[in-house]
């Protein structure tokens, strides 16, 4: 009585037919991690990206509103009255007289 071909069973062949499952499964294994280990990455990379724009933020704003210290601070500097003020008690300058006056052309 002979054996249909399909029935036999090959030794070797089942073999490979294992270890192609087995590296199927680990090579599965083995990317769903490497997905997980990615996304996990970029979520932590998103987070810390949040944090420093929140610092340069509160930077930027700092700097903004020392800005406007600043430019109070100039435009307090540069008032007349102060000019004249120090010309007068600091550095003993008088208002000159319209004789001591000369236009030049």
Do not use: H
């Not at 294992?18 to 990379?45: H, Q």
């Not at 540069?78 to 052309?105: F, H, T, V």
């Amino acid at each position: 009585m002979a054996y249909p071909i399909e029935r036999m069973v090959i030794p070797g062949k089942v073999k490979a037919r294992g270890r192609a499952s087995g590296f199927l499964v680990f090579f599965t294994i083995a990317a769903l991690i490497a997905c997980f280990l990615f996304y996990v990455w970029s979520r932590v990379l998103v987070i810390k990206l949040g944090y420093d724009l929140s610092e340069a933020m509160e930077v930027q704003l700092k700097l903004v509103q020392d800005n406007k210290k600043l430019k109070i601070e100039i435009a307090t500097l540069k008032s007349l009255a102060r000019i004249e003020r120090i010309a007068q008690d600091e550095l003993d300058m008088e208002k000159p007289i319209p004789g001591q006056i000369i236009l030049m052309k």
